[in-house]
């Protein structure tokens, strides 16, 4: 029997999400569609929703050895997407070195639309293969908020930088100002984490990462989240310096803590925890976006670093609302 219906032209992994300003106003789905082993979710939207919510996961909570993914994203002009998981992406192993598990994603962001990526982090497991891919193309006042990081893996299990290889390549370009003219790139930030790269120094992977257990990068770029920037630009100058000292007693500095203001006493509170939780970072402005690194002793210390300063900043929820930073509370 010959189906009346035309054949798929999907291919499996294959993903597409638009996202459009509302009659009634806010923002919603125009177009969600999925194959397998992508999977994407959208809860109802609420009356009082700041954003569109799709949720990216995948059948069994995570890929396994030679998944593919490849998802399309279109947000247009003036309306707003917030994408999180529910839960860590979890890599399985791969049968060998030449099996490649991969993540492609695309973004389009319009005119005065905005886009913010907070998931949880992505948990290789021992001998798997990844590569992921995410390219954001922004109209001149889109936004983007992008947080792409990865742990040691299974430590439960003893896995400590196990993978095979890890790379991760993030690209963010702007549109032209003309019809048809090409695009800038802005950034194109690449890590490659691999066994046998680390051999040329003489040492393991996990010997490399100096005892971290998860490293991240944050990008942001565009007007809904230069204050983000314009902060994290200013709790990076106001740290301390590597080998600098505080010789006063301790006295003295609890005395000088209860004197300074609100924001002053946060701020000393943060450096203290960051020394107590072995969180390191930087931040730096490339061409209009501002990119944070950071890593941590530990997963939940990073996920409490960056969490409790989009919290403290305050952009992210106004804009997208508390939603988006599900992936991120402390």
């Known amino acids: ?35 397998y082993p992508l999977k994407l979710i959208s809860p109802s939207p609420t009356v009082d929703q700041k954003s569109a919510l799709v949720f990216l996961l995948s059948y069994g909570g995570g890929l396994v050895g030679g998944d593919g993914v490849n998802l399309s994203i279109h947000v247009r002009p003036g309306s707003s997407l917030s994408l999180v998981t529910q839960g860590h992406t979890k890599i399985f192993k791969s049968p060998s070195p030449d099996v490649l598990t991969s993540q492609k994603l695309r973004v389009q962001v319009d005119e005065d639309a905005a886009v913010c990526l907070l998931p949880d982090p992505v948990q290789p497991f021992e001998d798997s293969v990844y590569e992921q891919t995410q390219v954001f193309n922004l109209g001149r006042q889109a936004s983007l908020c992008l947080l792409d990081w990865v742990t040691q893996g299974r430590v439960a299990r003893g896995e400590d930088w196990s993978f095979t290889t890890w790379t991760g390549r993030n690209e963010v370009w702007t549109q032209g100002s003309e019809p048809g003219q090409k695009g800038r790139l802005l950034i194109r930030d690449n890590i490659i984490l691999n066994q046998d790269g680390s051999k040329l120094v003489g040492l393991p992977l996990k010997h490399t990462m100096h005892k971290m257990s998860v490293f991240g990068t944050l990008i942001l ?16 100058a106001s740290s301390p310096r590597i080998g600098s000292r505080d010789f006063r007693s301790k006295e003295d500095q609890e005395k000088d803590l209860e004197e300074k203001s609100e924001l002053e006493r946060w701020r000393s509170q943060r450096i203290a925890l960051e020394s107590q939780q072995g969180v390191l970072w930087s931040a730096a402005q490339v ?5 944070v690194k950071f890593g941590a002793a530990t997963v939940e210390a990073g996920r409490s670093w960056i969490g409790s300063m989009l919290i403290r900043e305050g952009s992210i929820a106004a804009y997208f609302g508390d939603t988006a930073l599900m992936c991120v509370q402390p």
């Open 1 to 35: 029997m010959i189906s009346p219906f035309p054949r798929s032209t999907s291919l499996p992994g294959d993903g597409r999400l638009v996202v459009r300003l509302l009659p009634a106003g806010g923002s919603g789905l125009e177009t969600i569609s999925y194959q």
């Open 221 to 236: 770029r565009g007007p809904v989240v230069e204050p983000l920037g314009d902060f994290f630009m200013a709790e990076f």
């Open 287 to 291: 061409r209009g976006c501002v990119i």
